[in-house]
């Protein structure tokens, strides 16, 4: 079965400064790797995926993530951080053999401070 | 707004009661999925429909919970005899294929 781990509960960075959120993954064969990010009584919304292809992905409001086969993480990026950027952030793995479910990690608090 | 959507957003009720889920998918999208989280917790699926057929169905969805999609456009899940346990956030979630799913705002559950 595939799951992910984010082994921080929060992520403190100053605004300007630049961004990481780790997270770990597990799954049978080649994954499907996702990015979703969460504001207050609001829905995940999708920031970026890796599917195939280059390992450093590009996605919404200047967030990228790179994926590294050999350490199966998929660590999110930001080069300088916003106080908007204050959010819950979860990274997500599926399998590529027809299971369609998402395995969420249990999310990562990010507190940017002006 | 052409997202997905849910109804109620909030729901109150009392344990023993049944209580009924909308999701709206967005329109051109043949998958619908739905979650459950809660606190501190990431979303966990729950079932999987493609088109009105339900493929896909996790153990998390004990004997009280149904779901249906009916023509294959909106869907309903449905709680029967309501447990304290059972309050949590309900994710509805719409695909067009495999990849990145787009989420509702959810329905917060509350049982007393």
């Known amino acids: 079965a595939q799951s992910v781990a984010q082994p921080e509960d929060q992520v403190n960075v100053a605004e300007g400064n630049p961004l990481t959120v780790k997270c770990t993954y597990s799954v049978s064969g080649n994954p499907y790797l996702f990015w979703y990010v969460q504001y207050p009584n609001r829905g995940l919304q999708f920031l970026l995926k890796y599917i195939t292809g280059d390992n450093l992905v590009k996605g919404s409001y200047g967030f990228e993530a790179e994926f590294n086969k050999s350490q199966t993480s998929f660590h999110l990026k930001k080069p300088s951080a916003l106080v908007s950027d204050s959010a819950l952030y979860f990274c997500a793995v599926r399998d590529i053999y027809g299971n369609n479910r998402l395995a969420f990690g249990k999310g990562n608090q990010v507190v940017v401070i002006p | 707004d052409t997202g997905v959507s849910q109804n109620p957003r909030h729901k109150i009720t009392k344990r023993g009661q049944n209580v009924t889920f909308r999701c709206d998918p967005i329109?051109?999208?043949?998958?619908l999925y739905w979650y459950r989280q809660t606190l501190g917790q990431g979303p966990e699926f729950l079932t999987y429909f493609q088109n009105e057929a339900q493929l896909e169905k996790s153990r998390l969805l004990s004997d009280r919970f149904s779901a249906e999609r009916p023509k294959g456009s909106f869907s309903t899940l449905e709680i029967q005899r309501t447990e304290q346990g059972d309050s949590a956030m309900y994710l509805c979630?719409?695909?067009?294929?495999?990849?990145?799913?787009?989420f509702g705002p959810g329905t917060r559950l509350t049982v007393t």
């Open positions: 979630a719409s695909s067009s294929n495999a990849e990145e799913q787009y």
């Open positions: 329109s051109e999208h043949n998958r």
